[in-house]
T-cell receptor
């Protein structure tokens, strides 16, 4: 059975801090690893990672994948209160078109002013 | 444009009612998905449609019946639901290519309450 584990489950920081969120996985037929941010409603797409060692960056957010050790990290630098959300890691797998996403439990990030 | 739309936003129904959730995308995506998300839990996959054919059914009870009338639309028909079915129902779509870069984009969800 495919499994995705995120840590920590909850994190409280002050504005300006840097945070690192972790995601480890065990899946068959791995395709990619995705990070989503979920505030009140639907998850919004952040990054997709398919290759080891290549960092993806978007503003203050960055992420990298290690396919040998089966994990990924999401870094957020100079955090702001607007970064408060649940960050979901998901792994895409499957042999046919139309992939299966398995989600981790998420990390609840709270950024205090 | 990565927009997936869902209607209604909120739905309250009794256990004997029949209702439908609707999802639409105009990105030319050929894979569409239904997920169920309970409070403080991650989304759980229910169904996958690929090229308008049901390709994955995650052992979902028959009181949930998906339908894909065309490549842009996805419905979820609800009948004789239970209170524990109350949740956020999320629709997603992706290009559906057999490719590692296939990315799922989510709609805003329908908040369902079963009384």
């Amino acid at each position: 059975e495919d499994k995705v584990v995120q840590s920590p489950l909850s994190l409280v920081v002050h504005e300006g801090d840097t945070v690192t969120l972790n995601c480890s996985y065990e899946v068959t037929n791995f395709r990619s690893l995705l990070w989503y941010k979920q505030e009140k409603k639907a998850p919004t797409f952040l990054f997709m990672l398919t290759s080891s060692g290549i960092e993806k960056k978007s503003g203050r957010l960055s992420s990298i994948l290690d396919k040998k050790e089966l994990f990924s990290i999401l870094n957020i630098t100079a955090t702001q209160t607007g970064d408060s959300a649940i960050y979901l890691c998901a792994v895409s797998s499957g042999e046919t078109s139309g992939s299966r996403l398995t989600f981790g439990e998420g990390t609840q990030l709270t950024v205090n002013p | 444009d990565t927009e997936v739309t869902q209607t209604p936003k909120h739905l309250v129904m009794g256990m004997t009612n029949k209702k439908s959730l609707k999802c639409e995308q105009h990105m030319g995506h050929r894979a569409m998905y239904w997920y169920k998300q309970k409070a403080k839990k991650p989304p759980e996959l229910m169904f996958v449609y690929s090229y308008e054919k049901l390709s994955i059914n995650e052992s979902v009870p028959s009181r949930f019946s998906p339908e894909c009338p065309n490549s842009s639309l996805l419905n979820l028909h609800l009948h004789a639901l239970q209170p524990e079915d109350s949740a956020l129902y999320l629709c997603a779509s992706s290009q559906g290519r057999d490719s590692p870069t296939d990315t799922q984009y989510f709609g805003p969800g329908t908040r369902l309450t079963v009384l």
